[in-house]
């Protein structure tokens, strides 16, 4: 047994998003390309008589220690497996919070993946649509942690490849924003049947879709659209949009100088907000 394991959770980016009409669970059936990149959350585990979770950060939203996504995945699987460990766990918060960037999803897929390798429990034996409904639906993708396009609520993926270099420069302004609520506030008469056509290129898989999302968010929050204008406007930024739900923005780059330089500029620009360059993970 080893008894101490550091893990990395990613962060997650929906380049493109496209939200559809309700399924008879009551769950908005979804399209996206997600894609990951090199920002992510440490989380320090080891065994322990009791399970127990601790954060560490420097966001100004706290996470609650007695409801979240580390909890609930484990109390998911100990209703199917009652003999699994407990763990003592620590994270350390890399990825903003509530910022439409999937850190605590991201968080529990990692240490999901932990328990099922730590209890020898095979991956075929977790039905991931149920672990979607009781977590989160953004689980799936983070579990396998590759580029995909997503289906359903988030269970159905179908993973593409990465084979050009990008980099996105991430802006995000400090707001909190509900994912619960964003989506009750989603205009149902737009429910087309948004498809992703896999076999075009990614950058015009990008280019050709939206994120159904972004103006509900600038409705409430101007300063949205204020960050996507002013991210589209830098050298050599392909397309400037917002990452699910927000209220964090990225441009995306083909070349890494561009996407340095814009950060510096950004950052000059919004000196308050969170603004960071990252590498999109192949």
Known sequence: MIS?????????????????????????????????????DELHIKRADELTVKFSNNF?????????????????????FPKINNYSINVIKNIPIAAGLGGGSADAAAFLRYILEDNNIDSNQIDFK??????????????YNRPSFIAGIGELLTETSINERFYLVLV??????????????????????????????LIDTIMNGKNDLEDIVISDFHIIKEIIQSINKTKGCMIARMSGSGPTCYGIYKDEYDARFNEAELKKQYPQYWIKMFNVLS
Do not use: W
């Open 4 to 40: 101490h394991r550091k893990l990395y959770a990613c962060a997650k980016i929906n380049l493109t998003l496209h939200v559809l009409k309700k399924g008879l669970d009551n769950y908005h059936q979804i399209r996206s390309l997600v894609v990951f990149v090199d920002l992510y």
């Open 60 to 80: 100004d939203e706290q996470i609650s220690l007695k409801n979240n996504t580390l909890l609930k995945v484990h109390t998911y699987l100990k209703s199917i």
């Open 130 to 143: 149920k672990i979607s409904y009781a977590v989160g639906a953004d689980i799936p993708v983070c579990f």
């Open 172 to 201: 995000n302004p400090k707001i909190s924003i509900s994912t619960k609520d964003i989506y009750k506030k989603y205009n149902e008469k737009s429910t087309r049947e948004n498809l992703i056509n896999v076999n075009l290129s």
